[in-house]
């Protein structure tokens, strides 16, 4: 732990982010931890709230609050998972620009730019002006949400209660919000930083070119992409309105895929980079065994191989397999499959409840105005 707080102080992204600090303080950057005390503060403290004040088993015409599927799946699961991967991210991004120099991932000549950009980086990460219109524009969703539209036991029917549950709402809508603007200057960071002299090394242990780093950086912005695809398969679920708007639907099911295409796209510029230096690798090899061949066609000629232009002959080859398996990307097979893993839940959920569910899509597609303006 000494160490991160070592890290987070030369690079720290979330200095003017006053609530996560709360939660850094509380959870002492551990996401468990950190997950955990959310989770206990905003649901298990919001039912003994709701014990007391008796919207537990309902109150002022409403349901009791433990029917409300879709609001209690979202602040007992997906508002502590959304801390537990906030904090993730902000390990993942101070742990990735202050070990970059460490890495050896930037070359020498290039130290001097990066580190200005690294100050420059920190500021935008932590722009007030951003912090606040994100406060803002959530806390103005949600006195409207509660006050106007809200039915359930979340809205102004829900007493103190319902304020105590929305607070916690207005901060996830908080969370979303500025974790998209982060997540949008990481990805743009790492492009950045790849037009500076990188250090690529195809040999590296870590089996990512040594740019494993640049890798968990991406995965960690994208498995909030999972977390609102998880977040919106549970509408399909549980909300009828959604579950009844076909194009809606189709939206959403573009959103799926697009998820997939972002993922590789903000790492088109590492993977061509990694690419680059495989293919030099590949080609210095090539002629290499263009001119051992040479070597044996002359030595064919005259009937007799020289067994050191064999073994070397041999040795290339061995080494030619050795160099076709050098990573063209910044994470090795494992991780792609932990996260390819994640990713599909959510949407196997979705598929199958389109296609059982006869409200879905599949069964209302003459419902969609695209498809009535077809001949």
Same mark, same amino acid.
């Given at each position: ?29 551990? &996401? ?27 109150? *002022?015409? $409403? ?16 508002? &502590? ?15 990735? !620009? ?9 070359? &020498? ?11 420059? +980086? ?13 406060? /803002? ?21 829900g007493g103190i209660t319902g304020l105590y549950g929305r607070f916690f709402i207005t901060? *996830? ?24 002299? @990188? *250090? ?10 040594? +740019?494993? @780093? ?12 999972? $977390? ?12 009828? !309105?959604?579950n009844s708007q076909p194009l809606y639907m189709f939206m959403i099911l573009v959103f ?10 903000? /790492? ?20 290499? @065994?263009? %001119?051992? %061949?040479?070597? +044996? ?29 050098? &990573?063209?990307?910044? =994470?090795?097979? *494992? ?14 959920? =979705? $598929? ?17 105005? @695209? !498809?009535?303006? $077809?001949?």
């Open positions: 732990m000494k160490a991160m707080k070592k890290e987070f102080k030369d690079f720290n992204s979330f200095k003017t982010d006053f609530i996560y600090r709360v939660l850094y303080r509380w959870g002492e950057g551990n &996401p468990f931890k950190t997950a955990f005390i959310y989770f206990t503060t905003s649901f298990i403290l919001l039912y003994l709230l709701g014990m007391i004040t008796g919207q537990f088993h309902g109150k *002022n015409g $409403l349901a009791p609050m433990y029917k409300y599927t879709l609001d209690n799946i979202n602040l007992a699961f997906l508002a &502590p998972m959304g801390a537990f991967l906030l904090c993730f991210l902000y390990n993942t991004i101070n742990d990735a !620009f202050s070990r970059f120099p460490e890495l050896k991932i930037i070359k &020498p000549e290039d130290d001097l730019k990066y580190l200005e950009f690294r100050t420059r +980086l920190e500021n935008i990460y932590n722009n007030k002006f951003v912090i606040f219109f994100c406060l /803002l524009i959530s806390i103005g969703i949600n006195s409207y949400i509660h006050s106007v539209f809200a039915t359930g036991w979340l809205g102004f029917k901060v *996830n809508y908080y969370v979303i919000m500025i974790v998209t603007y982060k997540c949008t200057i990481t990805i743009w960071a790492i492009q950045q930083i790849m037009k500076m002299k @990188i *250090n690529i090394r195809p040999f590296h242990p870590d089996r990512a070119g040594g +740019l494993k @780093i640049i890798g968990k950086l991406v995965f960690a912005v994208n498995y909030f992409m999972i $977390l609102i695809m998880s977040f919106l398969t549970l509408l399909f679920l549980f909300d009828s !309105f959604t799926y895929f697009l998820s997939f295409y972002l993922l590789f796209a903000s /790492l088109n510029s590492t993977h061509m980079r990694m690419w680059n230096a495989k293919k030099k690798i590949l080609d210095t090899l090539n002629n290499t @065994i263009d %001119h051992q %061949h040479k070597k +044996l066609d002359s030595e064919i000629k005259n009937n007799i191989f020289e067994i050191k232009d064999a073994e070397e002959m041999s040795s290339l080859q061995e080494f030619m397999n050795v160099v076709h398996k050098i &990573p063209v990307w910044p =994470f090795d097979t *494992n991780t792609l499959l932990k996260f390819f893993t994640t990713i599909t839940i959510p949407l196997l959920i =979705f $598929l199958i409840n389109i296609v059982v569910n006869s409200d879905s899509i599949l069964y209302n597609m003459d419902k969609l105005k @695209i !498809f009535q303006t $077809l001949p």
